[in-house]
């Protein structure tokens, strides 16, 4: 334990995710060993993010202004919605430039002992993007653990009885992967997504 305003920063920097006890120690330390200008120019950016972004009121994405970069482009489609957890993952997609459709950010998953439900999640807002008729595909790429296959099959029975291609990312073997290594879930998914050469 530290003393005083030490200590606070500590504990602070510790709540963080994927910050644990040692590495909330380091960047205390490292930032009382930074000049005042460095340390400065961080609490003003932090602030001014805080003040500042937003999001997006379409898909839900962080945005500098009202609606973001990626819906008012012109040359994506709506005919094609891609659900994500968090806005994370649309840069994730995005690097890959395949993808020329619209996002939806949900916000989270599903997740009971987290206390999370569908009503904690962008899911009206899903379903009122999807009224204007324009969408014929969703696109379901959530995380592969169980609070994302949870949050897939609710809304996989949600989007049902709309007249649409509901679709998941598929899944299964890294490429450069060993079979040996590969747990269950991993492996029968490759087998379930297997496709003609």
């Given at each position: 334990m530290y003393e005083g305003i030490v200590q606070d920063l500590i504990d602070e920097l510790g709540k963080l995710p994927g910050i644990g006890p040692k590495s909330a120690q380091r960047i205390a330390f490292h930032l009382l060993d930074a000049d005042d200008a460095a340390v400065r120019r961080l609490a003003e950016v932090l602030v001014?993010?805080?003040?500042?972004?937003?999001?997006?009121?379409?898909?839900?994405n962080v945005s500098a202004e009202e609606t973001c970069r990626i819906c008012t482009d012109p040359r994506r489609t709506d005919?094609?919605?891609?659900?994500?957890?968090?806005?994370?993952?649309?840069?994730?997609?995005e690097k890959i430039r395949e993808f020329k459709g619209r996002y939806h950010v949900l916000g989270g998953a599903i997740d009971p002992i987290g206390g999370?439900?569908?009503n904690d999640l962008r899911?009206?807002?899903?379903?009122?993007?999807?009224?204007?008729?324009?969408?014929?595909?969703?696109?379901?790429?959530?995380?592969?653990?169980?609070?994302?296959?949870?949050?897939?099959?609710?809304?996989?029975r949600?989007?049902?009885p709309l007249e649409l291609s509901?679709?998941?990312?598929?899944?299964?073997?890294p490429v450069g992967g060993?079979?040996?290594y590969a747990d269950e879930m991993t492996l029968g998914r490759a087998f379930l997504g297997r496709r003609t050469v």
């Open positions: 001014t993010v805080k003040d500042t972004v937003r999001f997006c009121e379409i898909c839900g005919e094609v919605i891609c659900v994500v957890e968090e806005s994370k993952d649309i840069v994730a997609i999370v439900g569908p899911i009206t807002q899903l379903m009122s993007r999807l009224g204007s008729g324009e969408t014929t595909e969703v696109i379901l790429a959530l995380d592969p653990n169980i609070e994302g296959e949870a949050t897939s099959a609710y809304l996989s949600l989007l049902g509901v679709t998941r990312l598929a899944s299964g073997l060993d079979l040996d």
